[in-house]
C-alpha cells in the first residue's frame, strides 16, 4: 500500500469515527444543550446522501465510511432530541 | 451534469457546511460544555489529512470541500477551548 492510499484511509478513519467520542459524552452526560440540532441533521443528511452516492459509483470505501458515519451521527440526533425534549 | 455528479456536490456541500450552525450555536451562547472536545480534535485532523490527500491526487473537489471544513471544525475547537477555559 502506497504513502497516498495510507493517508487517505486514516483519515477516512478519523472522519468516521469523529462522532463516537460525541455520542459517548452526550450518552455519559445525558445533556445535549450546546450541540447543534441543526448540525446534526445537516450533516446526517449529507452523509446519507454520500452513501447513496458510494452505492451509484459502487465505491466500496465511500459506502462503508459513510455507513458507519450515518450510524453514529444519527445516534447522535436521537440522543439529541430525546436529551431536549 | 448528471444526476449522480449533482448527488455527490449536494452531499459534499451538506457535510462541508454542517459545522456552520454549530459555529453559530457556540458563539452565540458563548457555551461548548455539551460539545465533544475529542470529537472536534479527531475530525479537524481527519479533515486536514483529507485536504493533504486532495493535494496529492490533485483532486480540486477533495480540496474545496475538505478547507471549507477544516476551516469551520477548527474554529468550532477554538471556540470549545476558548469558552471552556
Redesign the interface.
Known amino acids: 500500500m502506497d504513502a497516498?492510499t495510507l493517508?487517505?484511509l486514516?483519515?477516512?478513519?478519523?472522519?468516521?469515527?469523529?462522532?463516537?467520542?460525541?455520542l459517548?459524552?452526550?450518552w455519559r452526560?445525558k445533556?445535549?444543550?450546546?450541540?447543534?440540532?441543526?448540525?446534526l441533521i445537516?450533516?446526517s443528511?449529507?452523509?446519507f446522501?454520500?452513501l447513496?452516492?458510494g452505492l451509484?459509483?459502487q465505491s466500496l470505501p465511500v459506502i462503508i465510511a459513510n455507513s458507519v458515519t450515518f450510524v453514529l451521527s444519527s445516534i447522535n440526533l436521537i440522543l439529541k432530541i430525546r436529551y431536549e425534549s
Not at 486514516?10 to 460525541?22: E, G, H, K, S, W
Not at 445533556?31 to 448540525?39: I, T
Open positions: 497516498v493517508l487517505g486514516v483519515a477516512a478513519a478519523l472522519t468516521t469515527t469523529a462522532f463516537l467520542p460525541q459517548l459524552k452526550t452526560s445533556s445535549a444543550k450546546d450541540v447543534s440540532l441543526w448540525m445537516t450533516f443528511t449529507g452523509v446522501l454520500w447513496i452516492y451509484y459509483i
